[in-house]
Each structure stands twice: as C-alpha cells, then as structure tokens.
C-alpha cells in the first residue's frame, strides 16, 4: 500500500514538473510613461498633480496607493491605478460614448524582470472584453474601445506577470523518478525477505 501511495505521487510530481506558473511583476520603485490614443499628451501624472504641463505623462508608482490613480486621460474619462503587487485598475469617470479608447503603459528599465504575460482579472463590472497586449517586456497596450461601462463608475483589473521561474527539464524529473522507484521497490524486497 506505501508502495502504491509513494508511486502515485511521484506520478503527479512528473505530470506538474513541466508546468511553470507566472509570477506577479512586483512594480515597486516602477517608473511609467503612458500615452492615450497614442499621444503622450492625453495621460496626466500622478507626479504632477494631473497638471497638463511637458512630461506630465511620466509617473512612478505611488507606494501603497495612498493617493489614488496613477495616471487620469485628459479627456478625464479614464483613471488608472497600478498596485505595487503588479495589479492594474482602470477606472471610467463617468458615461463613456462609443469611441477608440487606446492605452499604452511602458515601464522602461525600472521593472525588477521583464513582462511575460498580463491576465485578465476581472472585468465584470463591464460589458466586453479590453482587449489587452504585451508589447515587449516592459510596455503593455490597452484597447478599450469594445468596453460597454454602462452607466459608468466601473472598473476593471488585470495582473501583469513575470517570467515563470524555471522547471526541472523532463529527462531529470524521469530519472529523479526512476531512481527514487528503484529505491522503493528495493526496500520493499528487503522488507520481504
């Protein structure tokens, strides 16, 4: 019976050894420029005040998000907010028409690794589905125009994440495997005779 339990989970140890999970990006000390509707003039900054002035559509991450959004659209229809833990919030003001709605958040060197991967996670305050695109591995791309906020005040969230940490290749799983059954089944000879 040991025997038996001690197989099967060496069985799932090789069938989830090749599968690595993504990390969520830590964005502490991240530094941002964001452009809307591909203009860098259309994103206002934490950093100054919202304020329409030269480089007001560069920001660092506001620690523990004290102070709300990290960047407001000039236009104001749009808040966005992005947590140290790597999370992305972004918030409609009010009723939003129908329109091409287009983000664009670069993170430059300041990331501790580079964007692998940006998961959906929860959008369902919303009518659709923003259509969400890693660039490279430090910007990401918003598309909202097929978003339906209905009466407004909505929001939804997204995860960026880093590279997933690296997994045994499969041939040392299979002779981790092999030689952890052969100690096995050698224990159990002994135990026998």
Do not use: C
């Amino acid at each position: 019976m040991k025997t038996k339990i001690i197989l099967e989970t060496l069985a799932v140890v090789a069938l989830t050894a090749g599968q690595a999970i993504a990390a969520p990006l830590p964005l502490q000390h991240s530094t941002i420029s964001a452009a809307y509707k591909g203009s860098a003039d259309g994103m206002l900054g934490l950093d100054q005040l919202f304020a329409p002035v030269p480089g007001s559509n560069v920001t660092a991450i506001d620690p523990g998000g004290a102070n709300g959004v990290e960047f407001l659209s000039a236009d104001f229809l749009f808040g966005i907010d992005f947590a140290e833990d790597g999370v992305m919030t972004v918030y409609n003001n009010g009723p939003v028409a129908a329109g091409a709605y287009s983000m664009r958040f670069d993170f430059g060197a300041s990331l501790a690794a580079p964007l692998a991967r940006f998961t959906l996670i929860d959008s369902s305050a919303v009518g659709g589905i923003p259509v969400l695109s890693l660039i490279d591995g430090h910007t990401i791309g918003l598309d909202l125009s097929a978003l339906d906020w209905g009466a407004g005040f909505t929001s939804f969230s997204a995860r960026l994440d880093a590279a997933p940490s690296p997994v045994p290749e499969p041939a040392t799983v299979t002779l981790m495997l092999a030689g952890l059954a052969s100690i096995v089944f050698a224990r159990r000879r002994v135990s026998q005779a």
